[in-house]
Every structure is written in C-alpha cells, then in structure tokens.
C-alpha cells in the first residue's frame, strides 16, 4: 500500500470515528468521498487499483451483510455503507487481511463491552438469566457501540502489520 493513502485513509477514519463516537451517524457524504477517491486511485495507480470484478466482493459483502446485521440491530446502515466504500479504497490484495482485521476487532471489542456491562448490571442480568426472562435478559446485554472506531483500531492493527 502507498504511504500517503495508509495516512490519509487514517486522518478519515480517524474523523469518522470521532463523529460516530459523539452523533452516533455517518453521513453519506463520507460514502460520496471515497467513491471518488477510489475512482482518483485507480487513476492515479492502475498497478495497485487495477480494475478487476473480484475488488467489488467485500464491498458487495459488506452491503448484504450489514443489511442482515441491521435487520437484526446489530450494526447501522450507515457502518455497513461506510465499511462498502471504505473497501473501494483498499488495494484488493489486502482485502481479506483487513476483513480479518475488522472481524477480530469487533469480537475483542464486543466481548469487551459485553463483559462490562455484564460486571455492570450483574444483579439484573442474574435474575433475568434465573427467572428464564430472556428478552429481559437480551435487552440487559445488548450493547450498542460505535462501529468506525472499531474499523479504525482494525486499520491500524493492518498497517503495523504491513510496516512493521
């Protein structure tokens, strides 16, 4: 990957996530802006962006399964638009490192969250789980958090990995 588009994709998340953390949105603008960018990439470094069906997988992946995920209230429409884009701007050999990279990320994070809140609520939770109360007990649990600074905290892990 090209230095300078390792820090400018950074300086974005790193923006993104402070407004998802404090809005808890992301606007389609961002979505609008790395489509472009992508189309100023594969200009700009056909030998690194070269066209190719295969970079449309993980974007086309993100859009049906964060529609799953949205139908089911774990992730927002907009993270999963974000994380479509985002992939257009990751050269494609490196696709699947940074899917791995956000898959891993998501599941310490939420274990994490889950475990506070479960430290948090633990008297609620254990007469939920004892009186067989399960939404009460789902509803106790679930955890909301904002998901770009998770994907930022992945892209990170991806370029240490890569100069590191």
Same mark, same amino acid.
């Given at each position: 990957?090209?230095?300078?588009? !390792?820090?400018?994709?950074?300086?974005?998340?790193?923006?993104?996530?402070?407004?998802?953390?404090?809005?808890?949105? @992301? /606007?389609?603008?961002?979505?609008?802006?790395?489509?472009?960018?992508? =189309?100023?990439?594969?200009?700009?470094?056909?030998?690194?962006? !070269?066209?190719?069906?295969?970079?449309?997988? *993980?974007? @086309?992946g993100w859009i049906?399964?964060?529609?799953?995920? $949205?139908?089911?209230? =774990?992730?927002?429409a907009g993270d999963?638009?974000? +994380?479509?884009?985002? $992939?257009?701007?990751?050269?494609?050999?490196?696709?699947?490192?940074? *899917?791995?990279?956000?898959? !891993?990320?998501?599941?310490? =994070?939420? &274990?994490?969250?889950?475990?506070?809140?479960?430290?948090?609520?633990?008297?609620?939770?254990?007469? !939920?789980?004892?009186?067989?109360?399960?939404?009460?007990?789902?509803?106790? @649990?679930? /955890?909301?958090?904002? &998901?770009?600074?998770?994907?930022?905290?992945?892209?990170? +892990?991806?370029?240490?990995?890569?100069?590191?």
């Amino acid at each position: 990957m090209i230095g300078w588009i !390792y820090i400018t994709i950074l300086i974005e998340l790193a923006v993104v996530s402070w407004i998802d953390i404090k809005i808890k949105k @992301i /606007s389609n603008l961002w979505l609008f802006l790395n489509f472009v960018l992508s =189309v100023a990439f594969h200009v700009l470094y056909p030998e690194v962006y !070269y066209w190719d069906w295969a970079t449309l997988i *993980f974007p @086309i992946g993100w859009i049906i399964g964060g529609f799953v995920l $949205f139908v089911f209230g =774990v992730m927002g429409a907009g993270d999963s638009k974000f +994380l479509a884009t985002l $992939f257009l701007l990751i050269p494609l050999e490196q696709h699947a490192l940074m *899917f791995e990279k956000v898959l !891993y990320t998501t599941l310490i =994070v939420g &274990f994490v969250f889950l475990l506070f809140k479960i430290a948090k609520d633990f008297k609620t939770i254990k007469a !939920y789980a004892l009186s067989s109360y399960w939404q009460g007990l789902r509803k106790s @649990i679930k /955890s909301s958090f904002s &998901f770009a600074p998770v994907v930022l905290i992945a892209w990170i +892990l991806l370029g240490v990995e890569q100069w590191l």
